[in-house]
């Protein structure tokens, strides 16, 4: 047989068997980057990221054009000039500073019903004569928001409470006086509720460049953003490098439970939902009656706590006053009570 051919030389070195590929990594963030931590914020939610990377989270990984769409908003040169990089700069602080708190992950089940009752909301007769009037339709951000406090309150048990959230602040439901008259009242689109005061994160909300981000998520946005304003708190930063942030939405931090505690009740709660031992596998004493020991362990299963004492502050201080010979308001307890 005859020997390979070698490769000639050139300049006393072999050039190389093979040219050298460069390969490009993707622009799109990895989700298993570190998560934000915050010395209070991290306290009450189980994860903490940033706007960007939750919104990069909810959008499918099949869609990689509008993973690599939200990516790639950055700040321009500040050489540059034009509304259009001044836009694109705010846009980029806000999904970079914006800390988004998750409570829970939102299920598809849930996503399809606030998607059918958005459709509803939407086309409801008093959607249609607000989007009737000289300025024009409601945008969608806005639309969007709407849903979400009226949710709230249609979804609160009793009627004179306010949900606990940050979006209904400066809202209360009508009442058949204030529905005709509107004294002391601000404009509100809202069926059945009524603006004591100007919210400002609502205002936040509908204007840019929180009306930007829609235009980015795409088909699935409106899912998004409902799921950002419902199951999330949401705190834009005032000054980052110090660690203040100023909460925009979700459960008011004062009204959550941190998450240690959350977790401790669980277990207990996990703890007494365990059978008890029946009465029959229970050792016996003396004449069929249960051991000492037993008995012991019984009667402190079955003592209360002072914490699992519910007392109702509405049913209190409601009984008649006791009056004294004189007519007047006896204080304290009553010389009949035995």
Same mark, same amino acid.
């Given at each position: ?14 050039? *190389?068997?093979?040219?050298? /590929? ?11 980057? %570190? ?7 991290? #306290? ?6 940033? /706007?960007?990377?939750? %919104? ?33 700069? *705010? %846009? ?10 998750? %409570? ?12 059918? *009752? ?25 639309? #969007?928001?709407?849903? $979400? $406090? ?73 899912? #998004? ?18 660690? #203040? ?17 959350? $977790? ?19 050792? $016996? ?11 012991? *362990? ?41």
């Amino acid at each position: 047989m005859g020997k390979k051919r070698k490769r000639p030389f050139k300049n006393g070195q072999a050039r *190389e068997d093979l040219p050298q /590929l460069s390969f490009q990594t993707s622009t799109v963030p990895d989700e298993d980057s %570190l998560e934000q931590t915050h010395p209070v914020i991290s #306290i009450y939610y189980r994860r903490v990221v940033t /706007l960007r990377q939750y %919104l990069l989270e909810r959008i499918p990984k099949s869609s990689k054009s509008r993973r690599r769409r939200i990516a790639s908003v950055r700040s321009h040169d500040p050489s540059g000039a034009g509304c259009s990089g001044d836009q694109d700069e *705010e %846009l980029s602080q806000l999904l970079d500073t914006t800390l988004v708190g998750i %409570l829970k992950e939102p299920t598809a089940g849930c996503d399809q019903e606030r998607r059918r *009752e958005l459709a509803e909301f939407t086309a409801s007769p008093d959607r249609s004569l607000l989007a009737s009037t000289d300025t024009g339709p409601p945008c969608p951000q806005a639309e #969007i928001v709407d849903y $979400v $406090v009226s949710t709230l309150f249609n979804r609160s048990t009793f009627s004179y409470q306010r949900p606990k959230h940050i979006l209904t602040h400066g809202f209360e439901r009508a009442n058949g006086l204030q529905a005709t008259t509107r004294n002391n009242t601000l404009a509100c689109s809202l069926r059945g509720i009524v603006a004591r005061f100007p919210n400002k994160n609502i205002q936040s909300l509908k204007r840019a460049p929180w009306t930007d981000i829609l235009g980015l998520l795409g088909s699935n946005g409106e899912d #998004i953003m409902t799921s950002l304003l419902f199951d999330c708190g949401v705190f834009t930063a005032i000054d980052c490098r110090k660690g #203040i942030y100023y909460q925009l939405s979700g459960i008011p931090l004062s009204d959550l439970e941190p998450m240690n505690k959350l $977790v401790e009740t669980q277990t207990l709660n996990a703890k007494v939902a365990q059978p008890t031992i029946s009465s029959s596998s229970r050792p $016996v004493g003396v004449a069929g009656n249960p051991s000492p020991k037993s008995r012991a *362990e019984g009667g402190r299963s079955d003592i209360s706590k002072p914490n699992s004492v519910v007392l109702f502050r509405r049913r209190m201080l409601y009984a008649r006053p006791a009056f004294d010979a004189k007519g007047q308001v006896q204080f304290g307890l009553s010389s009949r009570r035995k």
